[in-house]
């Protein structure tokens, strides 16, 4: 079995439909043994991880169509990748409301890192975790989180590489405030 982020078009969903999400996908793909483990809303795609032969993917992607047209597969592999290329991709995951691979790209940066940066880019992949419990509905964790995330950034410097910290410092207290997660570019 071969683990893939599915990206399949939202017509019509909110995070509000999660949950029922992962039971239809569930039930479109009962017959062939391939595992739904989430479903998570963003404006323009409902996300699903899932696991299935590689050979029957694009069964998978056809069975799960009437949900949505395939917008783009990624084969889920440990990558091992350069820092500037991981801190570019967890960016364009982040601004396209693909947080859980921007979760993972940050991670992959993290493990390179030391010190002060190593909590820097924790408190990024906290607030990406943040945002996709929000896209399966689960606000309340979302809302956790955000603490978590304000504390590992902590007093780090104002920018790192291209991301504003102290723009996402504002949102995360903004949001605290508020009690509402907002998505926001970073």
Not at 2 to 18: G, I, Q, T, V
Not at 38 to 64: G, I, M, Y
Not at 70 to 84: F, G, P, S
Not at 130 to 154: P, S, T, V
């Given at each position: ?14 995070p ?110 906290l ?27 902590g ?31 970073i």
């Amino acid at each position: 079995m071969a683990r893939y982020m599915l990206h399949l078009k939202n017509r019509e969903f909110s995070p509000l439909d999660s949950r029922k999400l992962v039971y239809e996908a569930r039930d479109l793909c009962s017959d062939m043994g391939a595992s739904v483990r989430v479903a998570r809303v963003a404006s323009d795609f409902v996300e699903f991880d899932v696991e299935v032969e590689k050979n029957k993917l694009d069964l998978l992607v056809e069975k799960l169509s009437p949900i949505g047209a395939l917008d783009n597969a990624r084969h889920i592999a440990e990558e091992n990748i350069e820092k500037e290329k991981g801190i570019e991709d967890g960016i364009f995951y982040f601004n396209n409301e693909r947080f859980w691979e921007c979760h993972e790209a940050f991670e992959g940066v993290w493990k390179q890192c030391y010190g002060r940066e190593k909590e820097l880019v924790q408190g990024i992949i906290l607030l990406a975790v943040a945002f996709a419990h929000c896209q399966k509905n689960d606000y309340q964790i979302g809302l956790g989180m955000l603490d978590r995330a304000m504390e590992k950034l902590g007093t780090s410097p104002a920018m790192y590489h291209a991301i504003d910290v102290d723009r996402i410092r504002k949102k995360i207290t903004d949001m605290q405030e508020s009690k509402t997660l907002t998505i926001f570019e970073i």
